[in-house]
T-cell receptor
């Protein structure tokens, strides 16, 4: 399997649930990212990991908790979300978090919070 | 703070037309600019990446230009096809924000057969 994969593809959860999104990259990259894409708004960067260390946290509420156990896997743990957190959550990876190359995106997880 | 704007927000054209999508950015201190394609409910596919020192990049029927000094980029699609229907996103790698990728809101393109 190649590229960036995300599971699940769709998730519906209540505000009191706890769930996790998973991302896996098979590209040998060192950096991974979480983005949020809400309707009618630009993609927003949430977190950046480089070599399993978090290097960026864009003032994201603590109800979103990332985890990067190794350079190939990235999780986003969700708890006590709000309806406005409903969005498409995209994972991406790149060779490094610097300025040079392309980020490769996964297909996203469509999250609905009831 | 870097801001990226894409015009128009939506575009509908008949098959075969040549078309131009526009992207503007407020801070010319960029490392590169990238055009992506996003199909409904899907992730992003990179189409073209233009480094800050370059003026244009071409791939098949796609041509992207960059005028860094004026903060503008265009994506030219020649001989459009129904399969080109998608949302096209412009993103700049911002030099003054730690190399962060800043996205526009996208142009939703519909090519009618």
């Amino acid at each position: 399997e190649t590229g960036v994969t995300q599971t699940p593809r769709h998730l519906v959860m209540g505000m009191t649930n706890k769930k996790s999104l998973k991302c896996e990259q098979h590209l040998g990259h060192n950096a991974m990212y979480w983005y949020k894409q809400s309707a009618k708004k630009p993609l927003e960067l949430m977190f950046v990991y480089s070599l399993e260390e978090r290097v960026e946290n864009n003032s994201v509420p603590s109800r979103f908790s990332p985890e990067c156990p190794n350079s190939s896997h990235l999780f986003l743990h969700l708890h006590t979300l709000q309806p406005e957190d409903s969005a498409l959550y995209l994972c991406a990876s790149s060779q490094d978090p610097g300025a040079g190359g392309t980020q490769y995106f996964g297909p996203g997880t469509r999250l609905t919070v009831l | 703070k870097q801001e990226v704007t894409q015009i128009p927000a939506a575009l509908s054209v008949p098959e075969g037309e040549n078309l131009v999508l526009n992207c503007s950015f407020t801070d010319s201190a960029i490392y590169n600019l990238q055009w992506f394609r996003q199909d409904p409910g899907k992730g992003l596919t990179s189409l073209l990446l233009i480094q800050s020192s370059q003026r244009e990049q071409t791939s098949g029927r796609l041509n992207a230009s960059l005028d860094k000094s004026s903060g503008r980029s265009t994506l030219y699609i020649a001989a459009s096809q129904p399969g080109d229907s998608a949302t096209y996103l412009c993103a700049v790698r911002s030099g003054n924000q730690g190399g962060k990728l800043i996205f526009g809101q996208g142009t939703e393109l519909s090519v009618k057969p």
